[in-house]
């Protein structure tokens, strides 16, 4: 399995309706590809998270490039700024904790 975890904030306050709605679609259609294994989005120290677990890279890819995904991520630049998205091998499902592990130990903030 491969997982990916990524933190996101918001360009502006008054993004938050639109991103959000936007973002729930995304979650909407990753819930029901059934080569995910887990999809959620969660916030932590003033960032929005998305973590998901796919079969492969190949699930993963297709659903990143395809629907609501591949509308948000269009969105993105004016709606949001990306603190990075790393992706890892798996063999099960990660805890929040777990991944946010990996994602602190590789981010890398600009400077």
């Known amino acids: 399995m491969i997982a990916a975890i990524g933190g996101v904030s918001l360009q502006h306050w008054y993004n938050a309706p639109e991103f959000f709605w936007r973002a729930g679609q995304a979650l909407k259609q990753a819930r029901g590809d059934p080569l995910c294994e887990h ?5 932590h120290g003033g960032l929005y998270f998305s973590l998901s677990v796919w079969q492969d890279a190949e699930a993963m890819l297709t659903f990143a490039h395809s629907g609501p995904h591949r509308r948000v991520l269009e969105a993105s630049d004016r709606l949001s700024i990306t603190h990075e998205f790393y992706h890892f091998s798996c063999i099960a499902v990660p805890t929040e ?3 946010l592990r990996i994602w602190k130990h590789r981010y890398r903030p600009a400077k």
Do not use: T, V
């Open 39 to 43: 999809a959620q989005m969660f916030p």
């Open 97 to 99: 904790e777990q991944a």
